[in-house]
């Protein structure tokens, strides 16, 4: 069974603050894909990014960055220098390419970031 | 370019009643994918339809079904609704082929109330 938790429910944070956004996942299946989504509170839910399993290689954009580790098997987001507007709920998600878990989207239970002034 | 879009906004049924939710894809994407987010159980999926054919389904009952028309546009159909299928509704799309086909574009929601 595929599987991603987000520990942390709740982060509140002050403006220009680094905060951190765990993700740790569970798949049998030896390739897939993860992904990151926000959704702020107007409730449109905003594709961040992709990342396949056989990427290792972190990715930054901007204040965002991702750090992928396969053998720890988590897929954490990295805000830099936090900004009232990054508030929303931050979403980590799988999708397992074997046929059963194809384009399915195994969701973790969010993360809602507050950012305050 | 516009996103996609989903019908109508919000939804009221009584329990037992049928509920029907509409989706438009982004121009050009011919896979549409449906989400049910209800509170406390987060986010889960429900269905995959590519050119007309449903591709995948998530652990739900038969009464919660759907189609892809020509144009790609979809409908999810909820039939004999029940309290617990109050949630937001969720649509998604992506292109057919390549890398990026795994990356679905969600529209705004449908809110479905069931009383």
């Known amino acids: 069974a595929q599987k991603v938790t987000q520990a942390q429910t709740e982060i509140s944070v002050v403006e220009k603050e680094d905060v951190t956004l765990d993700c740790v996942y569970e798949?049998?299946?030896?390739?897939?894909?993860l992904f990151w989504y926000k959704q702020p509170p107007s409730g449109e839910l905003v594709f961040l990014i992709r990342?396949?399993?056989?990427d290792e290689q972190n990715e930054i954009s901007g204040r965002y960055s991702w750090n992928f580790q396969k053998s720890t098997s988590s897929f954490n987001f990295t805000i830099t220098a936090s900004q009232v507007v990054d508030s929303a709920v931050y979403f980590c998600?799988?999708?397992?390419?074997?046929?059963?878990?194809?384009?399915?989207?195994?969701w973790g239970l969010g993360t809602s970031l507050a950012v305050n002034p | 370019e516009a996103g996609v879009t989903q019908s109508p906004t919000h939804l009221i049924k009584t329990r037992g009643q049928q509920a029907t939710l509409r989706c438009s894809p982004i121009?050009?994407?011919?896979?549409v994918y449906w989400y049910q987010q209800a509170l406390g159980l987060g986010l889960q999926f429900l269905l995959w339809?590519?050119?007309?054919?449903?591709?995948n389904r998530g652990n739900f009952p038969p009464r919660f079904s759907g189609r892809q028309f020509p144009n790609y546009s979809s409908e999810l159909n909820v039939n004999a609704l029940e309290l617990e299928d109050s949630a937001l509704y969720l649509c998604?799309?992506?292109?057919?082929?390549?890398?990026?086909?795994?990356?679905?574009?969600f529209g705004p929601g449908t809110r479905l109330t069931v009383t």
């Open positions: 339809y590519d050119e007309g054919e449903e591709r």
């Open positions: 798949t049998r299946d030896t390739t897939y894909y």
């Open positions: 121009s050009g994407h011919t896979s």
């Open positions: 990342r396949n399993s056989f």
């Open positions: 998604a799309s992506s292109s057919r082929t390549g890398p990026s086909s795994y990356e679905q574009y």
């Open positions: 998600a799988l999708s397992g390419l074997n046929a059963g878990n194809n384009r399915k989207l195994i």
